[in-house]
């Protein structure tokens, strides 16, 4: 029954879909690239938060809370801040320059060797990182939920490679041939399923450990793990307090403003007022955020009692032992959902950077716009392959969550810098934006794959070396002896805007940038766009304050 539900709601939602963009003229890039450019404020919204709100959320920072408690949050509430962000300064420059990616904005300010090391930056980034991980932790979840091993007579390693490539060639089909505007309606119908579905998991969670009681239930929880719900982290939990003002918000607005998997979702909408109302939608959902995948992580600790062997197995494990049977085909439906909408939209970002930033710039510069996405869909077959390769070796790198987050920085923060650098001057050159990006990327390498080795080993032999044992104190003493990776982007985006300044001011450009207005997009505002950016701030401040 479970099964059948699940297989229902999920073609169901296929049709729909299907229905809903039938019409859509994909055989031009901006039909299929970017929906024709006429995505709703709702559509943004919905899009937007599903393309996020993924089994990598679900499941690596319910993890993190499993382990660490509800300062993890902070990846939460702050992206609100950068959505904010995004909608004022930079969502306005986008649409202004009619943008399809944002490499394409480099190529202009800079030039065309600029905007291919982006693309393949973030092609590499979606290949190696982002793609396996969404399909490993998709396949941890539906794996968890429907006990695959036990229903198929495999085992547990056997049960991630058939859903990883069960999920990958079902996501590559929907992706590849459906294009930016069948990805944005399933997930807007999704979105609502997720965040109801995702709701009744703690409220049932609650209602089990306060015996029908949810009120109960949510003070057992706190009255039993105090140091589990504090908003500011310490200096050995994953996330410290302090790094909100270093690299995290960093972090969150290269994700939220500068990530082709995001923001071309806003890149879609019809006029800035849809794209900057959708933005704001999205953020006030956001602050919300934590009781979707945060609080259940918690409820998960105190059910069982810290035993898991793998703390990402907490959610899943949650959902099946807290939820009605009746429920469960209904999220899983919808949690299937959340996967196939991240996959897809990673996967029809890097179609879109492929076929317009490569192919079309140096494979053949004379094709049409019917070869270049068609092209650009057989590079997404290949791309998704090769991802599904990729997964399932994930099992062995550790906190999902910290890891995607920490290899994310090979490439986030320098496309932030030249991206920052290229709106804000106007004589910085482009032989300034390649230093940058492979300045960044190499300083972050050698930081986070050799000096950190380096260090921690030296500093934990010395602890071991003076008779320290202590847990604690030897996770202290490992907090201590290098910079947090979020320091280490903020130290890093400094130093390349530094860089790029010196260069700019010894060989500036011949001529200053001038952005021109394409006319592609009305860009006329949402009058209300910087009062509800303030509410969401001021929201953002007052949740921090409550659990401190």
């Given at each position: 029954?479970?099964f059948?539900?699940?297989?229902?709601?999920t073609?169901?939602v296929?049709?729909?879909?299907y229905?809903?963009t039938?019409r859509?003229d994909e055989?031009?890039?901006?039909?299929?690239?970017?929906?024709g450019r006429?995505?709703?404020?709702?559509?943004v919204?919905?899009s937007?938060?599903?393309?996020?709100?993924?089994?990598?959320?679900?499941?690596?920072l319910?993890?993190?809370?499993?382990?660490?408690?509800?300062?993890?949050?902070?990846w939460?509430?702050?992206?609100a801040?950068a959505?904010v962000?995004?909608?004022?300064f930079?969502?306005?420059r986008?649409?202004?320059?009619?943008?399809?990616?944002?490499p394409?904005?480099?190529a202009?300010?800079?030039d065309?060797?600029?905007?291919?090391?982006?693309?393949?930056?973030?092609?590499s980034g979606y290949?190696?990182?982002?793609?396996p991980?969404?399909l490993?932790?998709?396949?941890?979840a539906i794996s968890?939920m429907?006990?695959?091993?036990?229903?198929l007579?495999v085992?547990?390693t056997?049960?991630i490679w058939?859903?990883?490539w069960?999920?990958?060639i079902?996501?590559?089909?929907y992706a590849?041939?459906?294009g930016?505007k069948?990805v944005?309606?399933?997930?807007?119908?999704n979105?609502?399923?997720?965040?109801?579905g995702?709701v009744?998991?703690?409220?049932f969670?609650?209602?089990?450990?306060?015996?029908?009681?949810?009120l109960?239930?949510?003070?057992?929880?706190?009255?039993e793990h105090?140091?589990k719900?504090?908003?500011?982290?310490?200096?050995?939990?994953?996330?410290?307090?302090y790094?909100?003002f270093?690299g995290?918000m960093l972090?969150?607005?290269?994700?939220w403003?500068t990530?082709?998997?995001?923001?071309q979702r806003?890149?879609?909408?019809k006029?800035l007022k849809e794209?900057q109302?959708?933005?704001l939608?999205?953020?006030f959902?956001?602050?919300l955020?934590?009781?979707?995948?945060?609080?259940?992580?918690l409820?998960?600790?105190h059910?069982f009692q810290?035993?898991?062997?793998?703390a990402d197995?907490?959610?899943?494990?949650?959902?099946?032992?807290?939820?009605?049977?009746?429920?469960?085909?209904f999220?899983?439906?919808?949690?299937f959902?959340?996967?196939?909408?991240?996959?897809?939209?990673?996967?029809?970002?890097?179609?879109?950077?492929f076929?317009?930033?490569v192919?079309?710039?140096?494979?053949n510069?004379?094709?049409?716009e019917?070869t270049v996405?068609?092209?650009g869909k057989?590079?997404?077959?290949v791309?998704?392959?090769?991802?599904?390769?990729?997964?399932?070796?994930?099992a062995?790198?550790?906190?999902?969550?910290?890891?995607?987050?920490?290899?994310n920085?090979?490439?986030?923060?320098p496309?932030?810098?030249?991206?920052?650098v290229?709106?804000?001057?106007?004589?910085?050159?482009?032989?300034?934006?390649?230093?940058?990006?492979?300045?960044?990327?190499?300083?972050y390498?050698?930081?986070?794959?050799?000096m950190?080795?380096y260090f921690?080993?030296?500093?934990?032999?010395e602890a071991?070396?003076?008779?320290v044992?202590?847990t604690?104190?030897?996770a202290?003493?490992?907090?201590q002896a290098?910079?947090?990776?979020?320091?280490?982007?903020?130290?890093?985006f400094?130093?390349?805007?530094?860089?790029?300044?010196?260069?700019?001011?010894?060989?500036?450009?011949?001529?200053?940038?001038?952005?021109?207005?394409t006319k592609?997009?009305?860009?006329t505002?949402?009058?209300h766009?910087k009062?509800?950016g303030?509410?969401?701030?001021l929201?953002?401040?007052?949740?921090y304050?409550y659990f401190a």
């Open positions: 029954m479970q059948l539900t699940f297989i229902g709601f073609v169901l296929a049709v729909i879909s229905l809903k039938r859509t055989g031009t890039s901006d039909g299929y690239f970017l929906g006429s995505l709703t404020a709702g559509v919204a919905g937007l938060l599903l393309t996020n709100l993924s089994t990598e959320q679900l499941v690596g319910n993890g993190s809370a499993y382990q660490s408690g509800l300062s993890v949050m902070v939460e509430t702050v992206a801040v959505m962000l995004t909608a004022i930079l969502l306005p986008y649409l202004k320059g009619g943008l399809t990616t944002i394409g904005f480099l202009e300010r800079f065309v060797t600029t905007k291919t090391l982006t693309s393949v930056l973030f092609l290949v190696v990182v982002l793609l991980v969404i490993y932790s998709g396949s941890l968890g429907f006990d695959v091993p036990e229903l007579g085992t547990q056997q049960s058939i859903c990883v069960g999920i990958g079902i996501g590559s089909i590849v041939f459906g930016l069948a944005a309606v399933s997930d807007s119908i979105a609502i399923g997720l965040l109801i995702g009744l998991i703690p409220i969670g609650l209602l089990m450990i306060g015996d029908g009681n949810m109960d239930g949510l003070s057992i929880l706190t009255t105090p140091d719900f504090k908003s500011m982290g310490g200096p050995t939990d994953p996330v410290p307090f790094t909100i270093t995290m972090v969150n607005l290269f994700y403003g990530n082709q998997q995001i923001i806003a890149l879609g909408a006029n794209g109302k959708g933005l939608l999205a953020g959902i956001k602050i955020g934590p009781i979707i995948v945060v609080l259940p992580g409820i998960a600790y059910m810290g035993t898991l062997e793998n197995s907490a959610y899943p494990m949650l959902v099946k032992k807290v939820l009605p049977t009746a429920f469960v085909g999220f899983a439906a919808v949690v959902g959340a996967i196939l909408s991240s996959f897809n939209s990673v996967l029809n970002s890097s179609v879109t950077l076929g317009i930033d192919y079309k710039q140096h494979i510069k004379d094709a049409d019917k996405v068609k092209y057989t590079f997404g077959i791309l998704a392959i090769a991802a599904m390769f990729i997964a399932p070796l994930i062995n790198a550790g906190s999902l969550f910290a890891y995607l987050q920490e290899i920085g090979i490439y986030s923060i496309i932030l810098t030249i991206i920052v290229g709106y804000t001057t106007k004589r910085v050159p482009a032989i300034a934006a390649k230093i940058g990006l492979i300045s960044g990327c190499l300083l390498i050698i930081s986070q794959f050799f950190k080795d921690i080993g030296k500093a934990l032999a071991s070396a003076s008779g044992t202590d604690a104190a030897l202290l003493v490992e907090a290098y910079p947090h990776f979020l320091d280490i982007m903020a130290i890093l400094v130093l390349n805007i530094v860089i790029m300044l010196i260069i700019g001011k010894l060989r500036p450009r011949e001529t200053p940038f001038v952005q021109e207005y592609q997009v009305d860009i505002p949402y009058k766009v009062s509800v303030l509410v969401i701030c929201l953002v401040i007052a949740v304050v």
